[in-house]
């Protein structure tokens, strides 16, 4: 098992950039695949990006590709994600969440770990 505590999030302006860090505990975090969602009022959680075990594959969602990046450090058992060119649809709680199988996915059903989420709003 492994526990998330997500970190970074905040208020910024619009075009600013911030820097989610998700650590985790355990010995075991390499064999986990990761992904980061967030969810707005009154919207379902979404996929924003994920990542694989080595850290060589990644996805995004068309509505931040070229603004986020991903990456991960399996010595620190940590997980980023850095946000550029923030708009203020990007205001949501943002979540890491861990897959045990290693696979990833771009729906929240398929990753059985999640932290608590970390609250990032952009004002315009």
């Known amino acids: 098992q492994v526990q998330l505590v997500e970190s970074g999030g905040g208020l910024v302006q619009a075009g600013g950039s911030l820097r989610l860090s998700c650590a985790a505990s355990?010995?075991?975090?390499?064999?986990?695949?990761m992904g980061w969602f967030r969810q707005a009022p009154g919207k379902e959680r979404e996929l924003v990006a994920r990542?694989?075990?080595?850290?060589?594959?990644?996805y995004y969602a068309d509505s931040v590709k070229g603004r986020f990046t991903i990456s991960r450090d399996n010595a620190k058992n940590t997980v980023y994600l850095q946000m550029n060119s923030l708009k203020p649809e990007d205001t949501a709680v943002y979540y890491c969440?861990?897959?045990?199988w290693g696979l990833g996915g771009n729906f929240d059903y398929e990753y059985e770990y999640w932290g608590q989420g970390t609250q990032v709003t952009v004002s315009s």
């Open positions: 969440a861990a897959d045990r």
């Open positions: 990542i694989s075990r080595s850290g060589s594959s990644t």
């Open positions: 355990g010995r075991t975090f390499s064999t986990y695949a």
